[in-house]
Nanobody, 121 residues
Framework: QVQLVESGGGLVQAGGSLRLSCAASGSIFSINAMGWYRQAPGKQRELVAVISSAGSTNYADSVKGRFTISRDNAKNTVYLQMNSLKPEDTAVYYC???????????????WGQGTQVTVSS
């Protein structure tokens, strides 16, 4: 069993910053890509940022230059530093990770429970 536990969400004023963390635990051999997605009310879940096991990153156009994704492979943890937050960033943010339970298994997608980020104007 694998769990992803997120933390760091909350309420912040426009222009402020928040840092999200997501720690993976359980039967983990290795972790491929890790990423953050978000879902605003009435909208589909969308990719925010993703980072490979080697550290390559990719961002949604709407957050480029404001958000930074990073990971600590020793801690099986991914972070999302969010600066210059805007009201349109308000959403539930979900952590995602492609995890191998053994050296011979295929990667399996796991999701965190979600953490609310609310940006007031």
């Amino acid at each position: 069993q694998v769990q992803l536990v997120e933390s760091g969400g909350g309420l912040v004023q426009a222009g402020g910053s928040l840092r999200l963390s997501c720690a993976a635990s359980g039967s983990i051999f290795s972790i491929n890509a890790m990423g953050w997605y978000r879902q605003a009310p009435g909208k589909q879940r969308e990719l925010v940022a993703v980072i490979s096991s080697a550290g390559s990153t990719n961002y949604a156009d709407s957050v480029k230059g404001r958000f930074t994704i990073s990971r600590d492979n020793a801690k099986n943890t991914v972070y999302l530093q969010m600066n210059s937050l805007k009201p349109e960033d308000t959403a539930v943010y979900y952590c995602n990770a492609a995890i191998l339970g053994t050296s011979w298994s295929d990667p399996h997608d796991y999701w965190g429970q979600g953490t609310q980020v609310t940006v007031s104007s």
